[in-house]
């Protein structure tokens, strides 16, 4: 056996039938049965199947009776919604089954089979072909006797469509007058004049009343015996008649055809006068006649069209005319709409058909719109849900274009199940790979059903069919909200709860922006993130120069607002929640040009001309910078970070430049490098030059080169006495005891030097004194009449250096303006 669903929402049962199985048996009370309409019916069976046996202690587990529809699909008669509480299933002890068809229906008449199912694996028995049921329709059957021009003698038997049983009793009726009992009816009857039969004990059912005259051929059929409408609208009455189209004449013994002559509509309680004619409704009635269909249409309906109307119509034939008995009555009112609501049982298949109902027929023309809370749904007389109620909806019809002509909204039925509880237990925090069962309980009747989801997005992952939902260790990624849906046929209804999965937190991810190269002084952010749940406390620790971790801030993101080389290191960012925590370490290095660099020079102490000395630069930089040494602005080759000098000269004094540079930018320090030495010889100058005369003055200068500076005095031969100190020496009022050798001598720390300059007399030619430089070598004692001065000079350009004692090398200045050179 295999089940399937059909489009219909019923459920199928593909039978598989054993058969030849001795064993099995079924077998029908009766296999044709005949009833009648409106009756109820008792189709039954009882069956056998082995009880004992070996390896068979067969027990029945399901039994039910099924038909096949016109489609082809065999169905289980309880779920066709064709016979929705009509049907009822009966098995008594001894294997006797029943099926109860109430309220029989032309549609039942099918063959009704039953079938099995027991315990035992793959046995089913279906009882083919099953019992046949007919529905009877009964009938007067008229066989006439007599026909006057308004008078039928006739005989009457109640006929029905399939052999009902033989001992029924038939009653007869004459205009709902019950007249006799019995097979059959003779009586005189008219024009007006109907007869009925029913079942004694189903006198409830009797058969349509049968009008005499139609018996010859006439009649007129209305759609329906009552039509509402409201005020203001169209209504359509129609009916269609019939006529004999020939007519035997006795007493001439021809045949006559007939021919309708007139045909018009009236009021039923006025003497039969044409709508047409009348003053009141002439104007908004019209006819739409023709091949025997008549259609009265009243436009403008007002409440006193409200009456019943009739059918006239005229003929060539000695009988004359035709009159509908009936008629239909207009009822002008707004009609009380109701809502008819039938549910599938099955739940794999829900759908709900929701009819609209009005207390009156309401004429073809007026359709219905629905309603679900309020906003147009559908259109037409049923509207069909491919589910159930919920809770949320309200449905209604109302009157295609007549809104407030409405029913009653319906909502939820009470028994569907209500919302559900849904709950998570263990109850509190959930840790991640702990267990979690989610249970789901609605109060309904009958019990509902549930289905567990997972809300992913917009759609809904299915995860059970059953109230329960484990998880046996819970992800992180479980964390989202739960659906819970509980359904019987009558509605369904759910309800959500969310799970927060806790958990530590995942290692963080850090990012630094802007990314790239960070330059000093450029504003950076490190931001670090972190999956947890709760969500993670993040916190930056910077490792310093002993490997020690310390917090360097709370929160995330950490910002630098100007960056400095000094925030160079190793940080990492912590994201802690209570469950726990883990870290990302991340290396910034930042980038500057370089710093002024520093000088050091070694030996320290003062230099001395003849020692060695080791110049030596460096500078902080990232990258890391080239460094260049200048001596007076002049790129000295080959000298990288060191520079040394071997011996120093007093040449080798000036002003050192060290300029370090990488892609950043340069920087550089200037120093003076002092060399100490002791005087250079001296050169002594006289002013003024040239020729003195006896008793004027005249003013010596002496000059040499020495760090730190000379101190000066002055001497004459084989006179112990120093004549002067300082650098110039003025001898006024000459006169012949001036002359002699003169020693300028100059005198540092370091050592001493000295000029000799003789001062002699020249045989007097003019009364001057000649003053004569002459070269030390040639320093010869000559005594002449007159005075004359000669000075040795050894000439060098002299400089104002600074000197301090201590200080060996002095910084002069910082320059960070690098396109000097
Ligand atoms: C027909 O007969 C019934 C009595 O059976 C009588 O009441 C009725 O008036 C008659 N109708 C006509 C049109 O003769
Ligand atoms: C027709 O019958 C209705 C009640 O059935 C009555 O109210 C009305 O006055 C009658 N009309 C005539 C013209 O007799
Ligand atoms: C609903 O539940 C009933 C019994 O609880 C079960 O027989 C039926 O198959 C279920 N229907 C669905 C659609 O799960
Ligand atoms: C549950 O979630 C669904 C879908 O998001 C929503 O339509 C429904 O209103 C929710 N139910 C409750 C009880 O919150
Ligand atoms: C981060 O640095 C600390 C200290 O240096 C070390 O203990 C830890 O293992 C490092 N973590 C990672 C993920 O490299
Ligand atoms: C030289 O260093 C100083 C101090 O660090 C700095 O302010 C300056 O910008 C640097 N010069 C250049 C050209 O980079
Ligand atoms: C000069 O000093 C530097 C740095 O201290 C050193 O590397 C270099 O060898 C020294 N030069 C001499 C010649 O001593
Ligand atoms: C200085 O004395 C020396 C010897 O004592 C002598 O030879 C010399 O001539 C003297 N010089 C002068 C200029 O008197
Ligand atoms: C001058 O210098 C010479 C050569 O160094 C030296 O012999 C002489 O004694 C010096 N004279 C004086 C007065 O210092």
Same mark, same amino acid.
């Given at each position: 056996?295999?089940?399937?669903?059909?489009?219909?929402?019923?459920?199928?049962?593909?039978?598989?039938?054993?058969?030849?199985?001795?064993?099995?048996?079924?077998?029908?009370?009766?296999?044709?049965?005949?009833?009648?309409?409106?009756?109820?019916?008792?189709?039954?069976?009882?069956?056998?199947?082995?009880?004992?046996?070996?390896?068979?202690?067969?027990?029945?587990?399901?039994?039910?009776?099924?038909?096949?529809?016109?489609?082809?699909?065999?169905?289980?008669?309880?779920?066709?919604?064709?016979?929705?509480?009509?049907?009822?299933?009966?098995?008594?002890?001894?294997?006797?089954?029943?099926?109860?068809?109430?309220?029989?229906?032309?549609?039942?008449?099918?063959?009704?089979?039953?079938?099995?199912?027991?315990?035992?694996?793959?046995?089913?028995?279906?009882?083919?072909?099953?019992?046949?049921?007919?529905?009877?329709?009964?009938?007067?059957?008229?066989?006439?006797?007599?026909?006057?021009?308004?008078?039928?003698?006739?005989?009457?038997?109640?006929?029905? *469509?399939?052999?009902?049983?033989?001992?029924?009793?038939?009653?007869?009726?004459?205009?709902?007058?019950?007249?006799?009992?019995?097979?059959?009816?003779?009586?005189?009857?008219?024009?007006?004049?109907?007869?009925?039969?029913?079942?004694?004990?189903?006198?409830?059912?009797?058969?349509?009343?049968?009008?005499?005259?139609?018996?010859?051929?006439?009649?007129?059929?209305?759609?329906?015996?009552?039509?509402?409408?409201?005020?203001?609208?169209?209504?359509?009455?129609?009916?269609?008649?019939t006529y004999p189209h020939t007519?035997?004449?006795?007493?001439?013994?021809?045949?006559?055809?007939?021919?309708?002559?007139?045909?018009?509509?009236?009021?039923?309680?006025?003497?039969?006068?044409?709508?047409?004619?009348?003053?009141?409704?002439? *104007?908004?009635?019209?006819?739409?006649?023709?091949?025997?269909?008549?259609?009265?249409?009243?436009?403008?309906?007002?409440?006193?069209?409200?009456?019943?109307?009739?059918?006239?119509?005229?003929?060539?034939?000695?009988?004359?005319?035709?009159?509908?008995? $009936?008629?239909?009555?207009?009822?002008?009112?707004?009609?009380?709409?109701?809502?008819?609501?039938?549910?599938?049982?099955?739940?794999?298949?829900?759908?709900?058909?929701?009819?609209?109902? @009005?207390?009156?027929?309401?004429?073809?023309?007026?359709?219905?719109?629905?309603?679900?809370?309020?906003?147009?749904?559908?259109?037409?007389?049923?509207?069909?849900?491919?589910?159930?109620?919920?809770?949320?909806?309200?449905?209604?019809?109302?009157?295609?274009?007549?809104? !407030?002509?409405?029913?009653? @909204?319906?909502?939820?039925?009470?028994?569907?199940?209500?919302?559900?509880?849904?709950?998570?237990?263990?109850?509190?925090?959930?840790?991640?790979?702990?267990?979690?069962?989610?249970?789901?309980?609605?109060?309904?009747?009958?019990?509902?059903?549930?289905?567990?989801?997972?809300?992913?997005?917009?759609?809904?992952?299915?995860?059970?069919?059953?109230? !329960?939902?484990?998880?046996?260790?819970?992800?992180?990624?479980?964390?989202?909200?739960?659906?819970?849906?509980?359904?019987?046929?009558?509605?369904?209804?759910?309800?959500?709860?969310?799970?927060?999965?806790?958990?530590?937190?995942?290692?963080?991810?850090?990012?630094?922006?802007?990314?790239?190269?960070?330059?000093?002084?450029? @504003?950076?952010?490190?931001?670090?993130?972190?999956d947890a749940n709760p969500a993670?406390?993040?916190?930056?620790?910077?490792?310093?120069?002993?490997?020690?971790?310390?917090?360097?801030?709370?929160?995330?993101?950490?910002?630098?607002?100007?960056?400095?080389?000094?925030? *160079?290191?190793?940080?990492?960012?912590?994201?802690?929640?209570?469950?726990?925590?883990?870290?990302?370490?991340?290396?910034?290095?930042v980038s500057y040009a370089p710093?002024?660099?520093?000088?050091?020079?070694?030996?320290?102490?003062?230099?001395?001309?003849?020692?060695?000395?080791?110049?030596?630069?460096?500078?902080?930089?990232?990258?890391?910078?080239?460094?260049?040494?200048?001596?007076?602005?002049?790129?000295?080759?080959?000298?990288?970070?060191?520079?040394?000098?071997?011996?120093?000269?007093? #040449?080798?004094?000036?002003?050192?430049?060290?300029?370090?540079?990488?892609?950043?930018?340069?920087?550089?320090?200037? #120093?003076?490098?002092?060399?100490?030495?002791?005087?250079?010889?001296? $050169?002594?100058?006289?002013?003024?030059?040239?020729?003195?005369?006896?008793?004027?003055?005249?003013?010596?200068?002496?000059?040499?080169?020495?760090?730190?500076?000379?101190?000066?005095?002055?001497?004459?031969? #084989?006179?112990?006495?120093?004549?002067?100190?300082?650098?110039?020496?003025?001898?006024?009022?000459?006169?012949?005891?001036?002359?002699?050798?003169?020693?300028?001598?100059?005198?540092?720390?370091?050592?001493?030097?000295?000029?000799?300059?003789?001062?002699?007399?020249?045989?007097?030619?003019?009364?001057?004194?000649?003053?004569?430089?002459?070269?030390?070598?040639?320093?010869?004692?000559?005594?002449?009449?007159?005075?004359?001065?000669?000075?040795?000079?050894?000439?060098?350009?002299?400089?104002?250096?600074?000197?301090?004692?201590?200080?060996?090398?002095?910084?002069?200045?910082?320059?960070?303006?690098?396109?000097?050179?």
């Amino acid at each position: 056996m295999s089940v399937t669903t059909a489009a219909g929402g019923l459920l199928l049962v593909i039978v598989q039938v054993i058969q030849g199985h001795s064993d099995y048996a079924v077998s029908y009370t009766s296999t044709e049965v005949c009833a009648l309409r409106g009756s109820t019916v008792d189709l039954s069976c009882t069956y056998t199947y082995p009880l004992t046996g070996n390896d068979r202690g067969a027990t029945v587990v399901e039994s039910f009776w099924f038909i096949k529809k016109s489609n082809g699909v065999y169905v289980d008669v309880r779920s066709d919604p064709d016979y929705s509480d009509r049907v009822e299933y009966a098995c008594e002890n001894n294997n006797k089954c029943t099926l109860r068809i109430k309220d029989l229906r032309d549609s039942d008449a099918s063959q009704y089979m039953f079938r099995f199912i027991t315990n035992q694996p793959g046995e089913a028995f279906n009882a083919s072909p099953g019992v046949t049921l007919s529905v009877a329709d009964l009938q007067v059957q008229v066989s006439t006797l007599a026909i006057y021009s308004s008078m039928i003698v006739t005989e009457l038997a109640c006929q029905s *469509s399939c052999r009902l049983p033989d001992h029924l009793t038939y009653i007869w009726y004459k205009n709902q007058q019950k007249k006799k009992e019995g097979e059959s009816y003779s009586d005189r009857l008219n024009q007006t004049d109907s007869v009925s039969c029913a079942v004694k004990g189903h006198e409830r059912i009797s058969t349509p009343s049968v009008l005499m005259w139609s018996q010859r051929g006439y009649a007129v059929n209305f759609a329906t015996p009552v039509i509402c409408a409201f005020r203001g609208s169209t209504v359509d009455i129609s009916c269609t008649y019939t006529y004999p189209h020939t007519v035997y004449d006795h007493a001439r013994r021809v045949y006559h055809d007939t021919t309708v002559m007139d045909s018009f509509w009236f009021i039923h309680n006025r003497t039969q006068v044409d709508l047409r004619s009348v003053p009141d409704s002439s *104007s908004r009635v019209e006819y739409l006649c023709g091949n025997n269909k008549c259609t009265l249409r009243i436009k403008d309906l007002r409440e006193s069209d409200a009456t019943r109307y009739k059918f006239k119509f005229i003929t060539n034939q000695p009988e004359g005319s035709f009159t509908s008995l $009936s008629g239909v009555t207009l009822s002008v009112a707004d009609p009380q709409l109701q809502l008819r609501v039938r549910r599938s049982v099955s739940q794999d298949c829900a759908w709900t058909e929701l009819t609209c109902h @009005s207390s009156c027929p309401l004429s073809e023309s007026v359709s219905y719109v629905w309603y679900n809370n309020g906003e147009r749904v559908g259109e037409g007389t049923k509207y069909l849900l491919f589910e159930y109620f919920r809770p949320t909806d309200s449905y209604h019809c109302a009157i295609r274009g007549r809104k !407030r002509i409405r029913s009653p @909204s319906m909502s939820y039925p009470s028994d569907a199940p209500q919302t559900p509880s849904v709950s998570a237990s263990p109850s509190g925090e959930i840790a991640e790979g702990h267990s979690l069962t989610l249970a789901c309980t609605s109060a309904a009747k009958p019990a509902a059903n549930y289905t567990w989801y997972k809300k992913n997005r917009d759609t809904l992952q299915f995860l059970t069919k059953e109230k !329960r939902f484990l998880f046996r260790s819970i992800k992180s990624s479980d964390s989202g909200q739960y659906q819970c849906t509980a359904e019987n046929y009558l509605g369904r209804n759910t309800a959500n709860i969310t799970i927060s999965v806790k958990y530590t937190p995942r290692r963080p991810s850090v990012s630094v922006s802007p990314s790239g190269e960070i330059m000093e002084g450029s @504003s950076v952010s490190l931001a670090c993130s972190s999956d947890a749940n709760p969500a993670a406390i993040h916190t930056w620790f910077k490792e310093n120069r002993n490997g020690q971790h310390r917090v360097v801030r709370e929160g995330t993101p950490f910002v630098f607002r100007s960056i400095q080389s000094s925030d *160079s290191g190793q940080y990492h960012c912590r994201a802690q929640n209570k469950l726990g925590w883990s870290s990302h370490n991340i290396s910034i290095a930042v980038s500057y040009a370089p710093r002024p660099p520093s000088v050091s020079v070694s030996p320290s102490g003062e230099i001395v001309e003849g020692s060695s000395v080791n110049l030596t630069c460096s500078t902080d930089a990232n990258p890391a910078a080239t460094c260049v040494w200048y001596k007076n602005q002049r790129l000295i080759k080959g000298a990288e970070r060191s520079h040394f000098l071997s011996p120093v000269t007093s #040449n080798d004094r000036g002003m050192y430049e060290c300029k370090c540079e990488n892609k950043h930018g340069c920087n550089f320090t200037s #120093n003076f490098l002092n060399v100490h030495y002791a005087p250079k010889p001296p $050169s002594v100058a006289a002013s003024p030059s040239g020729e003195l005369v006896k008793g004027s003055s005249v003013t010596l200068t002496c000059s040499t080169d020495a760090n730190p500076a000379a101190t000066y005095t002055w001497h004459k031969e #084989n006179s112990s006495s120093v004549k002067a100190s300082g650098h110039t020496f003025t001898i006024s009022d000459i006169t012949a005891e001036h002359g002699g050798n003169y020693y300028c001598q100059v005198q540092n720390r370091y050592g001493h030097s000295n000029t000799s300059l003789k001062l002699f007399f020249a045989p007097v030619k003019s009364p001057y004194v000649n003053v004569n430089i002459i070269r030390p070598t040639l320093l010869i004692p000559l005594l002449v009449p007159v005075l004359v001065v000669t000075l040795y000079l050894r000439m060098k350009k002299s400089r104002s250096l600074k000197t301090e004692a201590n200080e060996i090398v002095e910084m002069m200045e910082v320059r960070d303006d690098c396109s000097v050179y």
